[in-house]
């Protein structure tokens, strides 16, 4: 079954003459284990269509479904219980808490999801030690780098029981081995069953996605996928 | 790329004969570019006539192993020390492509953009899976480099696309008089 369904979504912002169709009749699934990466130039729609899929903001047309769930049938409660359980955002503004430490930050979540402090605790520490941060604990944001904020937000993103994982931009601070490490952990956390989005303008980045949506004007302009002779791109030996 | 410096490189390391040179070209390269024997024999014929490889006596299994000399050494120190200059390498296609689908009437450049765009999305994405899988770093660089080129094209064909749509092609001649009159009316 597909996690995140998105069905002739449109969405306009603004009104009259500054107005912008930032999406214009999407239809796009995600399945679980798949990651499907989104690229298209600025003011392709790509934002919107994240905004959309996290329940952060609603179609003028069409639905958006999260396992099977219409987002706009939802109470407001219902949707933020939806947000804080099921699905893990990566935004490029980090959105940490500067009251709290690295660890607290991550253990929120599942802390606000019903886990008892301690148990939410040890699992933070676990994921902090995943992004390769295991000494910066009891750090608050401000005592981190950016790149070391962004590895907390990130571990944040994908902790507990996270069906859909949506991603923008997630290794805009980072360095480029780093930002792999990235890319790796959403690919492990997708391989293991939840369904991701990455939305990025880095072709290096979107390449770990299983398939890449390229967006244009707010439309879907071409889906690239698996290819069916991986080999022939290999580079060929020629006799001297 | 050419296998003549890839089995002097071997040969540095000591005489092989046909068998060892191909399988350990292979495992440089992590498996994936398959060298047929023949290619691997009629290589070492032409480095041999060159007086850049030497072949010794044949073994108890009847293989024969070659040895490089210091003619080869000197044009393996060579290979190394020289960059790739970008004229040695096949004409880029690709840029000649568009450049004549930028001037051709009728031709949709931006399809013709991102049909490019998806085929060399899909190349990255193959080697980005292939280096999922921990190899040698070696073959991860092999990898690298293969991903950063698909890179490059991709962020040319986005600027590719961006100058396209502030593209106004300038009118080839003046139109002349007379065919503006005829339009007028």
Known sequence: ???LELRGVCRTHGAGAAMVEALRDVSLTVAAGELVAVMGPSGSGKSTLLNLAGGLDRPDRGAVLVEGQELAGMSRNALADLRRRRVGYVFQALNLVP??????????PLELAGMSPRKARKCAQHALSEVDLRDCDERFPDEMSGGQQQRVAIARALIGERRLVL????????????????LRLLRSKVDDGAAGVLVTHEARHAAWADRVVFLRDGSIVDISGPLAQPESLLPQVVEA | MSI?????ALLERGPRYGYQLRAEFEDSTGGTWPLNIGQVYTTLNRLERDGLVHPLPEN???????EITDAGRAELTLWFATPLARADRPRDELSIKLALAITTPGVDVRQVVQTQRTATMRALQEYTRLKRDDGDLPWRLVLDAMIYQSEAELRWLDHCESALVRYRPRAAKPVPEEARQHERA
């Open chain 1, 1 to 3: 079954m597909s996690v």
């Open chain 2, 4 to 8: 003549r410096y890839g089995l002097l």
């Open chain 1, 99 to 108: 009251g709290l430490t690295a660890v607290e930050n991550v253990a929120l």
């Open chain 1, 167 to 182: 991603a923008d931009e997630p290794t805009g601070a980072l360095d480029s081995v780093t930002g792999e490490a990235v």
């Open chain 2, 60 to 66: 108890e299994g009847g293989q024969r192993p070659y």
